[in-house]
């Protein structure tokens, strides 16, 4: 997937966002303008282009005061809408330096 394309669709506001990521949006105190913030200036970290209904990706970015994001994103190329899977502030604990996973 590119990251352009949800790009285009957050500055055209063609976005669905999942009840899972409204919840964990609200559970980490992230708005959405800077989850979108966080996607203008990301990268994808991953690519799942094999998930239903529609491939997504996690993209890595950073709020407005440079704290860590990771989004999910799927992308419906038909309809040209992006759907936020979920969105959280990632576990240092578990990423280096937030891009990678640490092996377990």
Request: a neutral charge.
């Amino acid at each position: 997937m590119e990251i352009e394309r949800v790009v285009e669709a957050i500055g055209a506001k063609r976005i669905r966002i999942t009840d899972h990521a409204d919840e964990e949006a609200q559970a980490d105190k992230l708005k959405y303008e800077e989850v979108y913030f966080s996607v203008l200036n990301g990268e994808i970290i991953e690519d799942y282009p094999k998930d239903k209904p529609y491939p997504s990706c996690l993209i890595y970015g950073q709020t407005f005061a440079g704290e860590p994001v990771h989004s999910v994103w799927a992308y419906n190329k038909k309809t040209k809408w992006a759907v936020l899977i979920t969105v959280y502030r990632p576990d240092p604990e578990r990423w280096i330096d937030f891009k990678i996973r640490k092996k377990k």
